[in-house]
């Protein structure tokens, strides 16, 4: 079975960034468990918004993420079993490409570069089945979907989910 | 329609840059007649082939590279009436995302973010049409393939081709 999977929220730990740099520039610290069914982006003050927003574009956002718990040792058990491709819509942010890829190959160097994929829009994908925390990429992929749960997501029913990668195995034949 | 465009040899000139880093360190200069069939690493010397082989995987390979005849002026008529996405199979060279980005938003500034897609193999990608100059790329593809005609494929007889960019409008309605 081919399935990709996505990386920030999944894999990557890109809110505890956020959360840092947010910290950093305005000395408030928000937890996690108060961006249930949002983003940092919509609950600091409005003036702040398009700084929070701007984040991501800036170089080394996306450098030494924290793992996402539980993702190595699973992920490593179905890249024994199934086709696991890496798929990261990664354009949107050109600073992140280099760092993406040198993240993977410290905490995943298991997946080989010819099964990694950074691209815009996730309908150009073709596999059994996507694992993302994003509607925007699931609704328009061809295969299974299946939402990866994370704090922004919450609120969606229509999907089946993964909240923890723990139950990952069963779901794969492992 | 949705049509796949590689980039190197397509509508990149790698081979121009192959050349250009030989002649700079060995003091020869080749043509590309003389790569009719082949690829210059195998054409030299073969105590040199290991450092033309690297040459890719270095910093600033795929910076600057010629734009192949033809391609802006086709891809960008293309483009208004057809979905088209660049397919370029760069995660085996690290250094060449950002150089690869930043190249497309120098020439290709009309293919947006989401249309951009660097990967490892083009088996997973999902469209109509691959246009690509690589028979490895082109055989896992499951739409239609096209092979561009580049040196070093002159010899394979079992695509359908496209030999300069002129040729393409027709091709697809234009």
């Known amino acids: 079975m081919r399935i990709l999977v996505d990386m920030d929220e999944v894999m990557a730990d890109a809110i505890a960034r956020f959360i840092e740099w947010y910290e950093r520039d305005f000395g408030i610290k928000y937890k996690e468990e108060q961006l249930m069914g949002t983003k940092l982006a919509y609950v600091v003050p409005e003036q702040?918004?398009?700084t929070v927003?701007?984040?991501p574009h800036q170089p080394g956002f996306f450098k030494d993420l924290p793992v996402i718990d539980g993702a190595r040792e699973v992920l490593e058990q179905l890249n024994n079993r199934h086709e696991i491709y890496i798929a990261s819509a990664a354009m949107e942010f050109?600073?992140?490409?280099?760092?993406?890829?040198?993240?993977?190959d410290e905490h995943f160097p298991f997946i080989h570069w010819k099964?990694?994929?950074?691209?815009?829009?996730?309908?150009?994908l073709k596999a059994d089945v996507l694992i993302d925390d994003h509607d925007f990429n699931l609704s328009v992929f061809s295969g299974r979907p299946i939402?990866?749960?994370a704090?922004?997501?919450?609120?969606?029913?229509?999907?089946?989910?993964i909240n923890h990668w723990k139950e990952a195995l069963p779901m794969f034949d492992l």
């Open 48 to 50: 702040h918004r398009q």
């Open 151 to 161: 704090s922004h997501n919450i609120h969606f029913t229509n999907y089946e989910r």
């Open 53 to 55: 927003l701007a984040y």
């Open 115 to 124: 099964r990694r994929i950074l691209c815009g829009d996730k309908s150009v």
């Open 147 to 149: 939402m990866f749960t």
């Open 94 to 104: 050109k600073h992140s490409l280099y760092d993406k890829y040198e993240w993977l």
